[in-house]
């Protein structure tokens, strides 16, 4: 596929319980972004990679918020024990080495929701 | 008080109207201004984007920047009722990777 991917789309999650939510960047594309979408807000960063290199988490709201980029790749975004204040779409950007701020490109988002 | 402020309408206009979007922001280091539109149930696409003051136009899309009021613009001409979507403007400092900071988006409704 040409475009950023997310799975799953949609996650139903019990309050207490861990979730995992995957991105697949554009192929090449060197950094990586997770932001959090709440309901009629805009998105708010999480974290940024740059490859493998987590250079930036800033906007993880706890530590129960973990992300990781092993191979430069496939990034993986995980809440642990969700609660219900972290129901939100989170989007996965990627953008090319040496790209500017416009040039990121957005996944569809998953949709979490925390019962 | 937010570094993006962006009124959330909703915002409902006839078909062919023009529609005039704001955004106003309170960091005066912001340099790249960018407007994204955003459907129900999918991720922001990139509709315009400008580099420091000035205006920038591509074909029924007009982009404004005013930094010294700290002011930005979206105007959409001869409005479609595919243009119904959320907008939001987005910003960032010149650094390593350009972080971007987003409004609150305003929602828009064209009706046919």
């Known amino acids: 596929g040409a475009g950023v991917s997310q799975s799953p789309r949609y996650k139903v999650a019990k309050r207490g319980q861990d979730v995992a939510l995957r991105c697949d960047p554009i192929?090449?594309?060197?950094?990586l972004f997770w932001y959090q979408q709440a309901l009629g807000q805009g998105p708010e960063f999480l974290t940024y990679f740059q490859n493998e290199a987590q250079l930036d988490k800033s906007g993880l709201p706890s530590d129960r918020f973990f992300a990781e980029r092993p191979e430069g790749s496939v990034s993986t975004l995980k809440i642990q024990r969700t609660q219900q204040e972290d129901s939100a779409v989170y989007l996965c950007a990627s953008r090319p080495s040496g790209g500017m701020a416009h040039e990121q490109f957005f996944g569809p988002g998953t949709r979490l929701t925390v019962l | 008080q937010k570094e993006v402020e962006q009124d959330p309408g909703p915002l409902s206009v006839p078909e062919g109207a023009i529609v005039s979007l704001n955004c106003t922001y309170s960091?005066?280091?912001?340099?790249?201004f960018m407007w994204y539109r955003q459907y129900s149930r999918k991720g922001p696409e990139l509709l315009m984007y400008t580099y420091s003051s000035g205006n920038k136009e591509d074909g029924r899309f007009t982009a404004q920047v005013d930094k010294s009021s700290k002011y930005i613009s979206l105007f959409i001409r001869d409005s479609q009722p595919s243009d119904s979507a959320t907008y939001l403007c987005?910003?960032?400092?010149?650094?390593?990777?350009?972080?971007?900071?987003f409004g609150p988006g305003t929602s828009l409704s064209v009706i046919p």
């Open positions: 192929s090449g594309h060197v950094s």
């Open positions: 987005a910003m960032s400092v010149k650094t390593s990777y350009d972080k971007v900071i």
């Open positions: 960091n005066s280091a912001f340099q790249y």
